[in-house]
């Protein structure tokens, strides 16, 4: 994740705004902060999945 996010702007900034918003947040249980970035992390992590399949990357490679 974080090698997309520093690859890819519009997917940091996406971050980074999400981020912002939710530091403003009071959060009791830092399990609700996780719940709420779940959704753009998947979305971040499924571009980053698509990428990798069309270019034939692989960890380690």
């Given at each position: 994740?974080?090698d997309?996010?520093?690859?890819v702007?519009w ?14 947040r009071?959060w009791?249980d ?28 692989a960890?380690?490679?």
């Open positions: 994740m974080n997309r996010l520093r690859q702007a997917d940091r900034v996406a971050y980074e705004q999400l981020k912002r918003q939710l530091a403003q009071g009791t830092m399990n609700a902060n996780a719940d709420a970035e779940g959704p753009l992390i998947v979305e971040i992590t499924s571009r980053a999945e698509v990428w990798a399949e069309s270019v034939g990357w960890p380690g490679l």
